[in-house]
Each structure stands twice: as structure tokens, then as C-alpha cells.
């Protein structure tokens, strides 16, 4: 199954009698809530989310962004009229981490149809898609969560990970490295973790994924393949989901860590490595 669509592709399927359930998830970390914008003009038929009160719960011990309450997540899901036997498309501003959150709990909750659009509403526009600002009511649907259907790690698991496996740090390098942390207390990445910035997974400069041999490439040059056990975590279980997006589109399955760095050096007892190597 494929996990992104193109915006001309979302183009043709919307004008189907089975058009898939389109989804904004526009949102940007420390910025300004992604509401307005979807006002402003949005994919038609779209309807809004918000990453951090339908997405995730509040910050806490679990960290900035811990799962959501299933019955928070199945009340907005319903509301924007997910259905178990409709698909499901997702977009954002063009980065795809929100866009990837979405696509990684409705299918870690059980939804067997969903897709990121691949450079997010930019990309729409850029193939010719109008925007709408009119607010969508579409029917409820009867979406319900079923938790199980993507891997999920814990800290302690993704600590096994990286003695076993292969756990990647989807944050910049110079975090990894521990030499800045502009946001946790504690800077440096879990020992044993490879660095792999978010950032490669997409073409230079751009928003929209590389294909996906090259993908298949990159994470094999890290050991990240589809006979590995793969994790990956981020600063708060949202890049993070990007990440497990482009491995999927390589064909390499990936188990998210949620709490992420975020959680993992929230814990003084935790130990952690910086420098460029694993540790």
C-alpha cells in the first residue's frame, strides 16, 4: 500500500464518488496555531486537527507530545468523518512531520488506508488545486481505534533497540552531537542511537520526498533495513513519525518511540551519549 499521494493524484481521487477523507494538519512547533491558516484556505472538503489538543496529550513525564487519549483521538477522528472503509489523506504546510503524526496514529490505531500528501499543501497549489475557505461538516464516521497496528516503543524498549538493532535520532546532527539543545534540559542522544536528520529524508532544499531506492540507500548506509529491527525518535515523537514514514516508503518497517528525547532526558537516571558516534 502506498503511504504518500501526489497532489495530482489527490487531484483526480477528490473527484471520485469515493474520495478519501482529507485531513489539515497544519502546525508548526513554538509557531502560531495552524486554525487560521486552514481558514484562510485550505484543500476542499478539508477538515482541521490540531496536533496538540487531538493529536497528543498535554507535555508531562511522557513528553511534550505522549500519545492522545484514544477517546480524544476517536472523537476528533469521527468528527472529521474518518470511516474504517474510506481512506484517508493528510496534509500540512509542506514539512510533513504533522502530516506524519496523523498518518502514524491512525495507522498505529488500526486504519488500513491512509497517506501523507507529498509537499503538503504547497505542493496542491503547485498542481493547479484550488483552495477553499469554507468550513467542512462532513458526516460523522465510525472510525475506531484498535492501538497495535504500527510497532511502539517505550523508553526502555528503545534502549534495547539501540544494543540490538538500529535506533535513528531524526533531530539535527548538532543535537545529536549534544553541542545545542534549544528545548529539553539535557543535551545529547540516547547511546548506541545513529544520527539521521529528519531533514535527507526529503529532496535538497525542498519539502517532497527522494524516491524511494534512494531512501532505501540512505537508511541501509545506517544499517536501517528491512531485516533490522529499526526504532526511531525525535525531540517529541513528531519528526520522528517523518522518519517512520520514508522508511516505510523504503520498504523498511519502523517502531516510533513517542516519548523521544523529549521523555528519554526528562529521567536523570537515563544515560546519555553526545558526540558524533553512537556511544
Not at 26 to 52: C, I, M, S, T
Request: proline content about 9%; some cysteine.
Amino acid at each position: 500500500m502506498n503511504v504518500i499521494i501526489t497532489a495530482t493524484e489527490l487531484v483526480s481521487e477528490l473527484a471520485q464518488p469515493t474520495a478519501p477523507v482529507v485531513l489539515d494538519v497544519r502546525y508548526q512547533l513554538g509557531g502560531p496555531p495552524g486554525r487560521p491558516l486552514y481558514e484562510a484556505g485550505h484543500v476542499p472538503g478539508a477538515v482541521y486537527v490540531d496536533l496538540d489538543s487531538e493529536l497528543a496529550s498535554p507535555p508531562g513525564p511522557s513528553g511534550r507530545h505522549p500519545l492522545p487519549d484514544l477517546d480524544v483521538f476517536a472523537d476528533a477522528m469521527r468528527a472529521a468523518g474518518v470511516r474504517a472503509d474510506r481512506p484517508v489523506v493528510v496534509y500540512d504546510g509542506g514539512q510533513g512531520w504533522a502530516a506524519a503524526r496523523a498518518w502514524w496514529l491512525l495507522r498505529w490505531t488500526g486504519h488500513p488506508d491512509v497517506r501523507v500528501l507529498d509537499g503538503g499543501l504547497a505542493a496542491w497549489e503547485a498542481a493547479g488545486g484550488t483552495l477553499s475557505v469554507d468550513q467542512s461538516t462532513p458526516q460523522e464516521g465510525d472510525f475506531t481505534p484498535v492501538p497495535g497496528g504500527l510497532a511502539l516503543l517505550r523508553a526502555d524498549d528503545a534502549a534495547a533497540v539501540a544494543r540490538r538493532g538500529v535506533l535513528l535520532d531524526a533531530r539535527a546532527a548538532e543535537r545529536y552531537r549534544g553541542e545545542v539543545e534549544p528545548i529539553d534540559k539535557v543535551a545529547g542522544h540516547i547511546p548506541g542511537a545513529v544520527s539521521a536528520p529528519t531533514t535527507e529524508n526529503v529532496v535538497e532544499g525542498g519539502t517532497v520526498f527522494r524516491d524511494a531506492s534512494e531512501l532505501a540507500e540512505r537508511f541501509a548506509s545506517l544499517g536501517a533495513t528491512a531485516h533490522a529491527e529499526v526504532g526511531v525518535y525525535c525531540g517529541s515523537g513528531v519528526s520522528a513519525a517523518h522518519q517512520v514514514l520514508a522508511l516505510a516508503i523504503a520498504g523498511v518497517p519502523a517502531a516510533l518511540y513517542v516519548g523521544s528525547w523529549s521523555e528519554w532526558s526528562a529521567d536523570p537516571a537515563r544515560p546519555v551519549a553526545t558526540g558524533p558516534q553512537p556511544g
